[in-house]
């Protein structure tokens, strides 16, 4: 039998797990428990008391293999936890290789791509390298083929010079020749031509005396008869003295005359176009009807039609009205001088200026002078002659002034030909005291090419510069509206696309930089031409932008072209 918590008196000192207990036993608790198993044993439930305590055992037992089974869920749920913690950290692993198979992946492409981009680099590198030995190879070719070709103009100019000296000593020697072969054959005939002079002589002589004989016989009975009869003398004496006076006063009253019409009435040769009642080759055109014509009368604003930047325009303003009322205020007038780059507007304002100042006007081209040659002065003279005789005041415009008028007077060079020292001093004299009679504009390109002299003479100088970005866009619209939108003269009318409107203008504008007033209009001229030229009447956008294309290539060519010369003579 089992009795809880017995083991015997002397049980040896463990416990149930076996430890030793020697020395810390208490026979207190053994006691009562041996008198409590008596006391069971003497009971009459014991029997019931063993069954309750093996109902205990089994239920303890039972408890313990509840607790096993419950060890052996927990150790499945473990088992399952473990299981699933290994998974997660599979994943995690696999997931992490993954991570860095990619990042590997990553920083190799970034090596392959950056090893690329090295290799371009240095490729580049290596074209630049080719790029800049082809060049400075085409520099030393373009270098040697200058030093070849100012060889070859040397020998060439030596060469010619060399035929050039060979021709002159040839010539100088065949003319030495034919002149020794003349001086032989004059010497030869010279006896020849001695008698046959000495023969013609003495018959000339000898006719001479016959006539001169018979002119005083006759002259002798005349004088004889004449002083003989005083009547006849007296009547002689006054017929031949009315006769002299006669024709010497119809001389000098013609001479008179002639310089009266041709001063009055005659235009000189180098006026161009003039304002004055002049002879023309149909009729000759009275003062009064000259004045009432169109172009002799003012025509509104000056500046209306001339597109200037607003300094410039309101000096050239001042300038023309104390021009205009010079006469009226009693001041003389003041030269002016215009000049700057061509097509910038010059030609315009001196014309209008001289059309619309009330003023008579004459417009002459520098060109005109150097033909003349020798009759240049004579013609400059009478010019100024007719200029002074102006009741109004005239205005002499003279374009390209610089033809004839340019520096040269003393020059180291020489240039100048006597004849053009001696009209440019002309022009000198007649201008060197202020005037009250004509007014001298000059127009010129380059104003420091005129002579010093020359420059001395202008009152006022005014420079016509290149328009800006809103001078030219005016400068097209004005052009666009003389031009395109107003019907020709023969009645033909252009369509203008929508596209072309203030926007595209102001486009042109900003793309013909640098264009003169003059390239703008054959701009716009341009346009007209090449819509007529293309068999319609409409003017699109597309034409217009080729049109504009092909002026800004043709611009830029005469630019490379003119750098080239300037190049080639330098």
């Given at each position: ?16 797990d076996g430890s030793n207990i020697t ?396 004849e053009a020292r001696n009209v440019l ?146």
């Open positions: 039998m089992y009795y809880p918590g017995g083991g015997g008196g002397g049980g040896g000192g463990k416990k149930e020395g810390k036993f208490d026979p207190t608790a053994l006691e009562r428990g041996a008198k409590a198993l008596k006391d069971l044993d003497t009971s009459p439930n014991a029997t019931k008391a063993f069954e309750l305590t093996k109902l205990a055992e089994q239920t303890k037992q039972k408890e313990l293999q509840a607790e096993i089974e419950q060890t052996s869920a927990q150790r499945a749920q473990y088992q399952l936890q473990r299981t699933q913690m290994d998974a997660e950290e599979k994943r995690k692993t696999i997931s992490h290789q993954q991570e860095q198979e990619k990042r590997t992946a990553e920083y190799k492409a970034r090596l392959d791509s950056e090893l690329y981009q090295s290799k371009l680099e240095e490729q580049q590198k290596q074209i630049d390298q080719q790029l800049q030995l082809q060049n400075d190879q085409f520099v030393r070719q373009e270098e040697m083929r200058k030093k070849n070709n100012i060889s070859l103009e040397e020998v060439k100019r030596r060469t010619m010079e060399e035929q050039a000296k060979l021709d002159r000593e040839t010539a100088i020697a065949r003319a030495k020749a034919e002149a020794a072969g003349r001086i032989d054959q004059e010497r030869e005939n010279v006896e020849v031509r001695l008698r046959e002079m000495r023969a013609r002589k003495a018959e000339e002589r000898k006719t001479q005396l016959e006539s001169i004989q018979a002119i005083f016989s006759s002259l002798g009975s005349g004088s004889k008869t004449l002083l003989e009869d005083r009547t006849k003398m007296t009547a002689l004496v006054g017929g031949l003295t009315a006769l002299a006076v006669g024709v010497y006063s119809a001389r000098a009253a013609t001479r008179v005359a002639g310089n009266l019409i041709e001063r009055q009435l005659m235009r000189p040769p180098l006026v161009r176009e003039t304002s004055r009642a002049t002879w023309s080759k149909d009729k000759l055109v009275p003062a009064l009807v000259q004045q009432m014509l169109p172009w002799n009368k003012p025509k509104g604003n000056l500046m209306e039609k001339i597109v200037l930047e607003d300094e410039l325009a309101e000096r050239l303003q001042w300038t023309t009205n104390s021009l205009v009322n010079a006469k009226k205020n009693g001041t003389p007038f003041r030269h002016l001088l215009l000049h700057g780059s061509p097509g910038t507007g010059k030609t315009l304002f001196a014309r209008t200026l001289a059309k619309q100042s009330g003023l008579d006007y004459a417009i002459m081209s520098g060109g005109d002078v150097g033909p003349l040659g020798k009759d240049a002065v004579h013609e400059l003279n009478k010019l100024f002659s007719w200029a002074q005789s102006s009741r109004k005041g005239l205005i002499l415009f003279i374009d390209e002034a610089d033809a004839f008028l340019r520096t040269g007077r003393g020059s180291d060079g020489g240039a100048m030909s006597e001093s002309a022009f000198l004299h007649h201008t060197g005291t202020e005037s009250d009679k004509f007014v001298v504009v000059l127009a010129t390109n380059i104003r420091d090419i005129l002579d010093r002299a020359v420059l001395d003479r202008i009152d006022e100088s005014f420079e016509f510069p290149l328009p800006s970005f809103g001078e030219r866009r005016r400068m097209l619209e004005m052009f666009m509206e003389e031009h395109i939108r107003r019907p020709t003269a023969k009645g033909k009318l252009i369509e203008v696309d929508d596209g072309i409107n203030s926007e595209f203008m102001e486009e042109v504008a900003r793309r013909t930089d640098g264009f003169s007033g003059r390239q703008l209009a054959k701009l716009v001229i341009a346009y007209q031409a090449a819509v007529f030229g293309s068999g319609t009447t409409r003017l699109t956008s597309g034409l217009a932008e080729t049109v504009l294309r092909y002026k800004l290539a043709h611009r830029e060519e005469d630019a490379h072209k003119a750098a080239n010369s300037q190049a080639d003579y330098a």
